[in-house]
C-alpha cells in the first residue's frame, strides 16, 4: 500500500498512536470517503505492534456471521491477551442491530447473550491462572469480570464514519457510547501540501520532457482540485444545496489524467510510427525511381532497335498473312473438288455393292451345281463357257468398282 505522508496524514497517524496506546482506548474517525481513515489506522496499529482486525462483507453477510466475527475479536482480546484494533466504517453496517453491538462492546465490553457453555470454558481455563497469580478469588464472576477488564483493555475500537446526512446523526442519539467512549478525530480537507504530494507520488513513473513540465501538471491537478471545491461551497450557499468534494475525487482526477495521457500517447506514438514507415518508404521509392530512370535511359537504344524489329516483324507477319489466305483459297478448292469425287466414288461404290449383293446368290447357286454334277466332256464344255460368263461379270463388277488392274 502507497502512503504519502504529508503533515496532516503524521498528524492524525501520531493521534491514533496516542488513543491505541491508552487503556480502554477507542477511536471514532470522521470524514469523507478517501481521507485516509483506514489507512492511517493500519499504520498506527502497525507502529503499534497490534493486531488490526476487520470484518469482510460477502453475499449474505448477517447478524450470524456478525457475531462469530466480534466473539473472534473478544476472544483474541480477552482470552489471547492480543493487542487488537477493531477497526469498522460505516460502509460495513448491513444491519443496524451492528452498531448496538458496538455500543455494548464500548460500554461494558461485551455483547449479550454471545457466549455459548464451551466459551465459557474455554474464557474460565484462559482467565484462572490469572485470577491466582493475582490473589483473586476464583469465582465464576471474578474470572467473568476479570475477562471484561481484559478485553477492554486490550480492544481498541475504531470507527471510521462519515459525519455526512442524516443517518450519522441518528446514530449518535440512538448510540450514545459511539461519542462518550471514543475520541473524536475529524479528518479534514487535504491541504495544498497533501494535493502536491500526493500527485506527485502518482506521477512518479510517468516520463515527463523536464521538471518544470511535470510541476506544472501537479499544480494544475491542485488548483482544478481546490477550484471545484471552492464552487461547491458557492453552489451550496447560493442554491442550498451541497456538492461534496473527497479526496477520492482528487485521486480519480489523477487517475484519469494519468489513463488519458498514457492513450494519447500511445496514439501519438502509433501515428508518429506510421508517419515514420511511410517516409521510410518514400524514401526508399524515390531511391528506387532513380534507379529505374538511369536503367530507362539505358534501355533506350534497345527499345529503339526493338521497336524496328518488331515493325519489321509485323510487315512479315502481314505478307505471310496474305499468301496463307491465297493458299486457304487453292485448299479450299481443292477440298470442294476433293468432296466431289469422294461423293461420286461413294456413288459407284454402292452401285458395285448393289450388283454384287445381286451375283453372290447366283454364285453360290452355281456353286452347288457344280458339286452336284458329274465331270464328262459336255459338262466341261459347258463349264467353260459357263465361267468365261462369270470372268466377264466379273471385269464388269471391276470396272464399275474402279478396282480393275
Known amino acids: ?11 492524525h497517524v501520531s493521534r491514533i498512536s496516542r488513543i ?21 489506522t493500519r499504520l498506527a496499529a502497525y507502529t503499534a505492534d497490534m493486531s488490526c482486525f476487520q470484518i469482510e462483507i460477502a453475499k449474505g ?30 460502509s460495513q453496517i448491513v444491519m443496524e442491530s451492528f452498531l448496538e453491538d458496538i455500543n455494548n462492546v464500548l460500554n461494558a465490553g ?33 474470572m467473568h469480570e476479570r475477562f471484561l477488564s481484559r478485553v477492554q483493555n486490550n480492544l481498541h475500537m475504531v470507527l471510521a464514519f462519515s459525519p455526512v446526512g442524516d443517518a450519522f446523526r441518528t446514530r449518535l442519539r440512538n448510540f450514545p457510547s459511539l461519542v462518550t467512549c471514543c475520541t473524536i478525530d475529524w479528518f479534514t480537507e487535504w491541504p495544498a501540501e497533501a494535493l502536491r504530494g500526493v500527485a506527485n507520488e502518482a506521477f512518479a513513473e510517468i516520463e515527463f520532457r523536464d521538471e518544470e513540465t511535470k510541476d506544472g501538471i501537479v499544480m494544475l491537478c491542485r488548483d482544478i482540485h481546490q477550484g471545484v471545491e471552492r464552487m461547491s461551497l458557492r453552489y451550496r450557499d447560493e442554491l442550498r444545496r451541497h456538492n461534496y468534494v473527497t479526496p477520492t475525487s482528487y485521486l480519480e482526477l489523477l487517475s484519469t489524467f494519468k489513463k488519458v495521457l498514457g492513450e494519447k500517447r500511445n496514439e501519438l506514438g502509433t501515428a508518429k510510427r506510421r508517419l515514420t514507415v ?3 518508404k518514400l524514401n526508399q521509392t524515390e531511391k528506387d525511381v532513380a534507379v529505374m530512370k538511369v536503367e530507362l535511359v539505358e534501355l533506350q537504344p534497345i527499345l529503339a532497335q526493338t521497336q524496328i524489329d518488331v515493325a519489321q516483324l509485323m510487315e512479315k507477319i502481314a505478307k505471310d498473312k496474305a499468301v496463307a489466305a491465297e493458299q486457304k483459297a487453292v485448299v479450299e478448292t481443292e477440298e470442294a473438288a476433293a468432296s466431289a469425287k469422294a461423293a461420286e466414288s461413294k456413288a459407284i461404290k454402292d452401285s458395285a455393292e448393289a450388283g454384287l449383293a445381286e451375283a453372290l446368290p447366283a454364285l453360290d447357286a452355281a456353286l452347288t451345281v457344280l458339286k452336284n454334277l458329274k465331270l464328262s466332256g459336255n459338262f466341261v464344255t459347258r463349264f467353260c463357257q459357263v465361267a468365261c460368263r462369270l470372268v466377264s461379270s466379273f471385269f464388269v463388277v471391276l470396272l464399275r468398282w474402279g478396282e480393275f488392274p
Do not use: H
Open 1 to 11: 500500500m502507497k502512503l504519502v505522508m504529508f503533515l496532516d496524514a503524521i498528524e
Open 61 to 90: 453477510y448477517g447478524k450470524t456471521e456478525w457475531r462469530e466475527d466480534v466473539k473472534k475479536a473478544l476472544l483474541r482480546a480477552g482470552k489471547d491477551g492480543v493487542q487488537t484494533v477493531f477497526l469498522f466504517s460505516d
Open 110 to 142: 461485551e455483547v449479550p447473550n454471545i457466549w455459548d457453555m464451551s466459551d465459557i470454558d474455554q474464557i474460565c481455563m484462559a482467565v484462572r491462572p490469572l485470577c491466582q497469580a493475582e490473589g483473586i478469588a476464583i469465582t465464576k464472576q471474578n
Open 278 to 280: 511511410g517516409l521510410d
Open 20 to 40: 491505541l496506546r491508552q487503556p480502554k482506548g477507542n477511536a471514532l474517525l470522521l470524514g469523507v470517503g478517501g481521507s485516509g481513515r483506514q489507512s492511517l
